[in-house]
Structure formats: C-alpha cells, structure tokens
C-alpha cells in the first residue's frame, strides 16, 4: 500500500489562530479580516461587512444647498433610495437572487490599524467613533440603512455588503475621487432591457424577439437605434413598450403579475398573424434576415409606420382594444381587420398627426414624430377607421 497521502486526506492550514488572537486584542472595535491591493498610486483595501454594521460604520457627507465644498459627494436624489430599497425588497419576496454591487468609502489612514498577515492579507481596526465616508454608493448605503431598521431587517440581516476603502484623508482628494467614479457613460435602454430578468414585460419581450420572424435577428439588443446598414430595424426598448401598452394600457409597466409564458404565447401568435397578413410587412416577416438586403430595411422604414417605434405604438395601443385579459387572447378576426388598415407612410391616417410631409426633402418626404399627442391622435383616427368609436 503506498505510503503516499491523497490530498484529500491533508489538513489544510488555517488561519483561525492568528485571527483569534486579534479578535481579542480588539473585541470591543469593529475588526474585519481585508485584501490590500495598489490603484491609483494610494493603497486600497477590500471588506466584507455585515448588513447590520452598515448603518453604523458608513456615513455619507453630502454637499448641500448651493454649496458643492460643504460635502465629499453629491445631494442625495430623492427617491433613488427608496427605488434600491423596493428593488431588494422585490427580489427578496420572489426567492429570486439580487445584486448591489460594490459600496466605496474613504477613511483617514491614521484614524484605523491596519495589521498586515502576508500575501496581501490584512486585518484591519476600525476604532469606535471612526466613520468611513462614502465616496460611491450612498443611495445604495440609505437603502441597507433604512431596511435594517424597518420591520424587513431579517430579510438582509444575513447578508454581506463588500467595500473598497480608500486610504486617503485629503478632503479635495475625495471629492476628485467621487467626480471621476461619476464618468460612466448611461446605458442604453435596450442594453438594460437585453440583461434584465426574464419575467414581467422583459421577458415577454426576450420571448418575442426570439418567436417572432418580424423581430428575429432584425431588433437592436444592445444600442439605442436600431442600424439600417445592420439591417435591424427595432430595438429591445420598442418592442417592450408595445408590449406594456398592449398587457397594461400604459407605456412602462413592469407586468410583474403576468403569466409569462401564457402571455407571450398568445402575443406571438397575434403578432405573427397581423405581420403575416398586412401586405407592407409581409416580406420583411417572411424573409430571413440574411436574405434582408439594406436596401429591403430602408425602404421599408420610409415607406411604413410600423418600421419605426411610433407606428410599432400605434400598432400596441390597438391591439390593447382587442386583448381578452379573462382568457388572455386576441381576438384573430379583429386582428386581421387592424391588419387591413393602411399602414404606410403617405396613408390619410397617419397625415398631420405622427406623419408630416416635408415638401423641402424629396428623397425623404416624410417626418415621422414619437411624441405622446400626435400618437393619440392617430389611434384615434384609427380606431375611427376601424368602426370602434
């Protein structure tokens, strides 16, 4: 029999002995084991904190009235905390997993002992009465605050909340600090929309784009236009407003409550048979996107509203007339007739609400506008076409 140990059977060194002897040197500070690591030409430290530690470590010091010197970071907007709270507290509710991400705080090198064990490891000190100041995160910080003090504590009072501290003392330091965390360019919303969970209107949405041949391949999932030359014409964002108008009567609704899969069959197959059978999207429906040509998408987003995001809203707040929410469907005959209607550009529908002639652009004789009043006014024209007022 070898003599030979498995590695199974080798006890690993731990590391429980060294830490106890710190935890009880200093029992009574707030101790947490950290990884330091250079950025910056400053010396940064990573730590996990309990929810329930939070409140007390963290403290915000933003700028207030007219005066941007008075803080290390900017106002609180009012209402973004609480949108962070009901975001966690949604996810909580459903079992579902949620995500903050990583809090930023600063601190005084010389107000907290930073032990060093080797190998990037730390423990660190953090005396009563110090505070860690937040340069990013604190929206995210008066959320945890307010749910730890609510009667929903124990929702997140087993959860952890990971800081990057920032050794730096100096207030101008900070405050250059929070300015250039703040460069962060907004994400498209289709981006978001592309990433975001799988239920409600999103994923609704998600399902449309894979089940429908009008949307399929031919729907911009990342940026905020969709690119001719790409041969896209939607975006994840159109789409997903047509569908909230069409389930709620409303431009974003979330649809949290909604039979996913029910609902997204029965759109599907309303859709695929008002596409099918409108004459102006019917190749675009029926052709591949790689047998699309440029010109294909170009021409039929100059020639038809439902190439653009106003028609694709006209055509959602209609089929919201026609949905059964008892039986969750569509009727096919009243979808056929919304199918007859004249949905191209020049139609007398469509004139002087979301179409006007521009006599100055042959090439282009047609301005299409996506604002809320002229696309009220073309349902209403619509449903006047279609016998319904």
Sequence with gaps: MSDTQHPHNITEPRLDNVLDHYFSQYHREKCYVGLVFQQ?????????????????LLQAKPSTGNDPDSGKNRPEVK??????????????????PWILGTLTANVDPSKIHIHQ???????IVIPRGVKLDITDGQHRKSAIHDLIESADSEMIGDNDFPITLV??????????????????????PSLLLSFGASE????????????????????????????????????????????????????????????????SEALINCFNQFFGECTLTRYIFE??????TVDDVVNFKNTCILGRSAGLEVLGRLLHCIYDSDLDMFNPNLISKIAQLDWSMGSLLWRDNIVRRDPNNPKKPYKISANASPIRMAVQEAKAALGWQ
């Design 40 to 56: 910056g030409k400053r010396k940064m430290i990573q730590i996990n904190i309990p929810a329930h530690d939070l409140p007390v």
């Design 79 to 96: 209402g973004h905390a609480e949108e962070v709270k009901e975001y966690i507290l949604k996810r909580v509710r459903k079992n579902k």
């Design 117 to 123: 064990l080797g190998r990037g490891l730390c423990f």
């Design 167 to 188: 050794l730096e003392g100096d207030f101008n330091q900070c405050q250059t600090d929070f300015r250039d965390m703040a460069q962060t360019r907004s994400l498209d």
């Design 200 to 263: 409600g209107t999103i994923g609704i949405t998600k399902n449309l784009i894979q089940k429908v041949p009008m949307f399929y391949e031919k729907t911009e999932r990342i940026k905020l236009t969709p690119s001719s030359k790409q041969k896209l014409i939607y975006t994840t964002n159109y789409i997903a407003k047509a569908v909230s108008y069409i389930f709620s009567g409303t431009p974003d609704h979330t649809l949290e409550d909604i039979d996913v899969d029910h609902s």
């Design 287 to 292: 052709t591949d996107w790689e047998n699309l």
